[in-house]
C-alpha cells in the first residue's frame, strides 16, 4: 500500500480555468479519505491528477515519499472506478475482472486464481460465467470494483461510484466498500457529493469548494465543529440555520439578540466572546434543526441546556416520520423537527427551547468559527 502527499497542488486548464489552488493533504497509508463538494468544485480533478490523466500544473504529488508528477499513469500502480462502469460488455465478467491482469502478462492460472478469489470477496462467484451487458448497475459496479482491486493497486480511487444506482443499492454497496476497504487495507480516496457517503464511509473528510479545501476533519468534527460558514451550511441532512445576531450583555452575561428575541449563552461561550471583542458587534449564530425543541413535543432533553425561545409556524413539510417547521424566530428564519403527529399548524405560535451548548458563533466578516 502506499502514503499520498500533496504539497501545493495547483492545476490551471488551457482555457485559463484554475481547477484545484494550493492543495495541501497527507492521506496515511491505509486511510480511507473522502473529498465531498458540489460538482465543479475540483474533487475529480484531484483524483485524476493522481492517476496521471491529468497533468499537474504547479507543485509536487509524492507517492510513498516518491515525486510522481511526471510518473507514466500504468507506472503508478492505481486503480479507478468510475461513475459509469465503463465494462466490456461482450466479455464474461471473469474476462473483465481478469483484463487488467492479462495486459500484465499475469500467468492465466494466476490469473483465474486472483479473479476467483476477489469474486468471493464481492459475493458475484455466481455470475463469472455470465456476459456483462444486461447485468444490473449493483453488479456491474461491483464487477469494476473487483477489476480495479484484484491487480492488487498500492492506490484505489473511485469517481462517484454509486451516484448512476438506486438508494437501496447505494446503501447495500456503500456498506461493502466500507468493509472491502477496511478488510484490505488499500489507501482510498474516494470523491462524492453525496454527504451520507461522505460522513459514513471516511475516516477522514476533506471539504472543497471552488478548488480549495475548506476543511479537513473526522466526519464527526466536521458536522460539529465546522471551521467556516460554507462547511456550516453544506454539511448536515438538513443545512445548519444561520441568522445574524447582536451579541449583547442580557442581564449582565452576553446573550444574543435577534429582533425581539434574546437567547442567552452558556458562561464558556459568553467569555470567548467577552475575551474576543464581540460584544456589541453583529455575528452569524447557527444551530442545527435537531437542537431546537418545539414545546408542542414535550421539552424533555436530560443533560441539555435550554434556553426558551418563541416563534411563529410559517411553513410546514410532511417528511414520511418527521415534519419540518419553518419558524419565525425574531427576525431569524429557523427549521426544526418534529414528529409528523406533533399537534402543530401554519401561522401557529409555539414556544421552542434553544439548545445552547450547540450554538455555532461565526464572525460576520471572516465568515470563520468563533466558537462552537
Known sequence: MASIQFSHVSKVFLSGAEAVKNFNLDVADGEFVVIVGSSGCG???VLRMV????????G???IDGKVVNDL???RRNIAMVFQNYALFPNLTVEGNMEFALKMQRVPKKERREKVAAMAQTLGISDLLGHRAKGLSGGQCQRIAIGRALVCQPRVFLMDEPLSNLDAAMRNELRSEIARLQKELGVTTLYV???QTEAMTLGSRVVVMDAGQIRQVDTPQNIYSRPQDLFVARFVGGTSMNLFRA???LHRGAPALQTG????????????VLKERGYIGKTV?????AEDLYPVCEGTAVPGVELASADGRVTAIDILGAEKKLYLSVGDAALTARVRTYAPVEVGQEIGLRVAVGQIHIFDAETELAVVH
Not at 260 to 271: A, E, F, R, S, T
Not at 284 to 288: D, S
Open 43 to 45: 474533487k475529480s480533478t
Open 51 to 58: 492517476a496521471g490523466l491529468e497533468e499537474i500544473t504547479t
Open 60 to 62: 509536487e504529488l509524492r
Open 72 to 74: 507514466d499513469p500504468k
Open 192 to 194: 462524492t457529493h453525496d
Open 246 to 248: 447582536q451579541c449583547v
Open 260 to 271: 425581539g428575541c434574546v437567547i442567552p449563552l452558556p458562561d464558556w461561550k459568553g467569555d
Open 284 to 288: 452569524v449564530a447557527g444551530i442545527r
